[in-house]
């Protein structure tokens, strides 16, 4: 048999195993529980003016930090309005629950509502419909009934005069300073375009940041898409994220500052990023929703990876070697 098939036959029996294996890890995960990170529903799918809107979920036990935190709930009308904001805490069963009153002058456009809730870096959402007001109604009390007592003659009763004494020195205490007003954010959340969101640990991606010159770059944008909505919103994936922060953001600031002085250096890094991108545009096309598919799809992408950039160059390296003897 030839060299060069026996080192291709090689190499696919390699990346079967590995595949085979990577199966194997994601059908033992698939024995965890099902359980969402952060849950959120609402009492009832409608709602009309005046209504009370009652509204609940749980935070699982793994995502609780040493510290716990509130959470952070939104309601957001269908123009994109914040119409409601609280922060509630958890209860001894790691659940909470508030609720909003549909009335006034923010509740007035009919359709779908949406309700976010933030938990750390866990994020969850849900839906009702409101038939809409006319944003004219604020919330009042009840107003009380004051029974007037008929006047009743008193008799005069003639009392000695009173004897004045002096008045004994009144010590006045100096005020005390007021306290500061909590932030409108939980700790770990940042406001953001009037909304509270997760705080991001070490920032985004600083070399394809410098690569593409701006945070706002179509591919900058991509990468952090795939980050926060697909790979942590996973138990899984937030692991995978800690561990690779530590790696990358030890390196990352001098390779940014290098591309920044070196425009060769930025082109080629261009080239290299584009087979990283390609693959990560496969998470795109799939829904995420558990661990196991978590697992699956994300060793299926270092997989993938792992060949373009190692075994690929290998391959075509050792065959141009064989091919000078």
């Known amino acids: 048999m030839p060299t060069n098939m026996r080192i291709s036959a090689i190499l696919s029996i390699s990346l079967l195993s590995i595949c085979i294996l990577s199966y194997g890890l994601a059908g033992a995960a698939y024995a965890q529980s099902q359980e969402p990170p952060l849950s959120v529903n609402t009492d009832f799918p409608a709602y009309a003016e005046d209504s009370t809107i009652t509204i609940s979920g749980k935070v699982k036990d793994s995502s609780?930090?040493?510290?716990?935190?509130?959470?952070?709930?939104?309601?957001?009308?269908?123009?994109?309005?914040?119409?409601?904001?609280?922060?509630?805490?958890?209860?001894?069963?790691?659940?909470?629950?508030?609720?909003?009153?549909?009335?006034?002058?923010?509740?007035k456009a009919g359709g779908d509502y949406t309700v976010k809730a933030y938990y750390g870096v866990q994020k969850n959402d849900t839906t009702f419909t409101f038939t809409g007001g006319d944003g004219t109604r604020n919330i009042t009390p009840e107003p009380t009934i004051t029974v007037i007592e008929p006047e009743v003659e008193e008799p005069v009763i003639e009392e000695p005069e009173p004897v004045i004494e002096e008045p004994?020195?009144?010590?006045?205490?100096?005020?005390?300073?007021?306290?500061?007003?909590?932030?409108?954010?939980?700790?770990?959340?940042?406001?953001?375009?009037?909304?509270?969101?997760?705080?991001?640990?070490?920032?985004?991606?600083?070399?394809?940041?410098?690569?593409?010159?701006s945070e706002m770059a179509p591919?900058?944008?991509?990468?952090?898409?795939?980050?926060?909505?697909?790979?942590?919103?996973?138990?899984?994936?937030?692991?995978?994220?800690?561990?690779?922060?530590?790696?990358?953001?030890?390196?990352?600031?001098?390779?940014?500052?290098?591309?920044?002085?070196?425009?060769?250096?930025?082109?080629?890094?261009?080239?290299?990023?584009?087979?990283?991108?390609?693959?990560?545009?496969?998470?795109?096309?799939?829904?995420?929703?558990?661990?196991?598919?978590?697992?699956?799809?994300?060793?299926?992408?270092?997989?993938?990876?792992?060949?373009?950039?190692?075994?690929?160059?290998?391959?075509v390296i050792i065959a141009i070697k064989n091919r000078r003897k």
């Open 64 to 107: 609780l930090a040493k510290n716990p935190t509130p959470v952070t709930i939104q309601v957001i009308n269908p123009d994109g309005s914040i119409v409601g904001i609280d922060q509630v805490k958890l209860d001894s069963n790691n659940e909470y629950s508030t609720s909003f009153v549909a009335t006034g002058p923010l509740w």
């Open 168 to 213: 004994e020195p009144v010590l006045i205490a100096e005020p005390e300073p007021e306290p500061e007003p909590e932030p409108m954010c939980g700790s770990g959340t940042v406001l953001k375009d009037g909304k509270c969101v997760a705080e991001e640990k070490g920032g985004g991606c600083l070399i394809a940041t410098a690569a593409y010159g």
């Open 219 to 315: 591919q900058v944008q991509f990468l952090r898409e795939i980050r926060d909505g697909k790979i942590m919103a996973t138990e899984s994936g937030t692991a995978f994220m800690t561990g690779f922060n530590q790696f990358y953001y030890s390196f990352s600031p001098a390779v940014a500052d290098y591309e920044r002085e070196n425009p060769m250096f930025k082109e080629a890094v261009k080239v290299t990023l584009t087979p990283l991108l390609t693959s990560l545009a496969i998470l795109n096309y799939v829904d995420i929703d558990t661990e196991q598919e978590m697992l699956g799809y994300g060793i299926g992408v270092i997989l993938l990876n792992i060949g373009m950039y190692f075994v690929a160059p290998a391959a």
